[in-house]
């Protein structure tokens, strides 16, 4: 699935965000797939995680799903879970 059949399917996420994987720091890897992730987050649902296709498209597919009745609907930070 791509992000927009996602979004169709169980509509616009609480909060998105992205990161770099560390294949995107290996010289010479030109195909570029899974360089970089995107996240959705569904506050009391979970997270969707897409992962890049290729460096040369801007698709991003499905990779993970993780249910998660706890998800909060943003980035939490480790700061705030410390005592």
């Not at 970089?36 to 897409?50: A, L």
């Not at 706890?70 to 930070?77: A, I, L, M, Q, V």
């Amino acid at each position: 699935m791509y992000e927009g059949e996602v979004i169709a399917a169980i509509g616009q996420p609480d909060s998105r965000g992205q990161y770099m994987t560390g294949k995107a720091w290996i010289p010479f890897h030109f195909s570029g797939s899974d360089t970089y992730r995107y996240i959705f987050r569904y506050k009391g649902e979970g997270t969707v995680i897409f992962a890049n296709d290729s460096a040369y498209t801007s698709g991003m597919a499905v990779i993970e799903i993780n249910y998660d009745p706890t998800e909060p609907g943003y980035e939490r930070s480790d700061a705030a879970t410390k005592p």
